[in-house]
Structures are given as C-alpha cells and as structure tokens.
C-alpha cells in the first residue's frame, strides 16, 4: 500500500517536521509499504512556504475547472508542482501494485476527508480532497485518512473490506 511520508518519520512537511502517527506505523507493520511525500516527488523543497487548494478541491485542478489552483499564502501559483506530485504518487502505487493508500489528513496534497478552503484562515471545506487524494481515488486506489480505525486499514490492507 502507499502512506503519506510524513505519517512514517520522514520530515517532509512544509515545516520540515515529520507527522508520525504510532497508530498507522503499528497498523503498517508487516504491510509491503511504500512511503511518498508528493509535494517533494512535485519538486517543491523542504520546508516550503504553506499552500492550500483555491476555488474549489484537488478534484476540481485535476480537471482544470476555471479558477481551481493550489496556492501559497502570497498568491503563488504552485499548481503544477502539485499535480507533478500526485502523478508521481500515483506512478509509485501503481508500480507497487497498491489498492489502499493511507495519507495524512487535511493536507493539500493528500487529504481525503476534509481540506482547508483557500483562504489560508483556517476554514475547511469539509467533503474537500487534495490533488493526489483525488488522483488515487480517481485511479481506483481507496484513499483513507490517519484517523482511520487501525483496524479498519489492517482490514482494507489485507482485501477484507
Ligand atoms: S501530507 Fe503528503 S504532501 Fe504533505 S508532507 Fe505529508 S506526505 Fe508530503
């Protein structure tokens, strides 16, 4: 299955910290894993400046819906980066043969259960998704989150959902 880098020790955020969560790691243990941060795969450094999804979510760049972009707080455009990365995300999956991929939450890139609006004010769009969640949705992986039942992921990782 894919994870999200951040959630297995890799300091990948845009602050250059890592979002390790014991509870996926002990869920993973034993899984064949593999780990990507796509806005790294996309070409963007660490850290890099904050970004979030704007008019509109993941779903809606990836079909290139009129006014739907990923951009910094300052107005930078880093849409195309994004979408490098979740082709890149989605490239590694395929190559090993994942149908689950478990991903960090809220994130721009890889949330699946919620993002954050646009605004950069802290508002989500709750049924919003991130480029490379959408991408993984999209291609037939089943995309879930970090507050996923540990149980639920060993469940969904052994064909049993
Ligand atoms: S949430 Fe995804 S894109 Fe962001 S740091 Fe973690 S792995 Fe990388």
Avoid: F, Q, W
């Amino acid at each position: 299955m894919l994870v999200s880098a951040c959630l297995v020790g890799v300091e990948c955020t845009y602050r250059g910290a890592d979002e390790t969560r014991d509870a996926v790691v002990d869920a993973l243990a034993g899984c064949g894993v593999v780990a990507v941060c796509p806005e790294v795969e996309g070409g963007l450094g660490v850290p890099r400046p904050r970004a979030e999804v704007a008019g509109g979510d993941g779903a809606a760049v990836l079909d290139s819906v009129d006014g739907a972009t990923v951009r910094t707080a300052d107005g930078a455009d880093v849409t195309a980066e994004y979408l490098a990365g979740a082709r890149a995300a989605l490239a590694a999956a395929e190559a090993a043969g994942a149908r689950l991929a478990v991903l960090k939450a809220r994130s721009p890139s890889c949330g699946c259960s919620g993002i954050y609006d646009g605004t950069h004010t802290k508002v989500l769009r709750p049924d919003g998704v991130g480029v490379t969640a959408a991408l993984l949705a999209r291609s037939g992986i089943r995309v879930v989150d970090e507050n996923c039942d540990p149980a639920e992921i060993l469940r969904l990782a052994h064909g049993r959902s």
